[in-house]
């Protein structure tokens, strides 16, 4: 399974942006999808996950209310879209595919998302 996160970039306080983890290769392995993210000199933080066959999604409380998760079956991709962005969330952002157990196995190369104040 091979994941290619994307649409990173730089962002003014309050703006949004969306980023894409396309995934190829079998696809059928990701049971679930999660967003990641590592900040300058900070350990990386779970923002939360998606499975494959439902809606629902979890999410951490530091991004509870401005993050949103989403799939796109058919496209095998999965989305998070960012809103009302803080110069906090600045980071490398990853997607990360696991099985049915706990365990991220697969890892996108990340993104970087800039926000400015």
């Known amino acids: 399974v091979q994941l290619q996160a994307s649409g990173g970039g730089l962002v003014q306080a309050g703006g949004s942006l969306r980023l894409s983890c396309a995934a190829s290769g079998r696809t059928l392995s990701v049971y679930a999808t999660g967003w990641f993210r590592q900040a300058p000199g900070k350990e990386r933080e779970l923002l939360g996950s998606?499975?494959?066959?439902?809606?629902?999604?979890y999410y951490t409380d530091s991004v509870k209310g401005r993050f949103t998760i989403s799939r796109d079956n058919a496209k095998s991709t999965v989305y998070l879209q960012m809103n009302s962005l803080k110069p906090e969330d600045t980071a490398v952002y990853y997607c990360?595919?696991?099985?049915?157990?706990?365990?991220?196995?697969?890892w996108g190369q990340g993104t970087l998302v800039t926000v400015s104040s």
């Open positions: 998606i499975t494959r066959n439902t809606d629902s999604a």
């Open positions: 990360a595919g696991r099985g049915s157990g706990n365990i991220y196995r697969y």
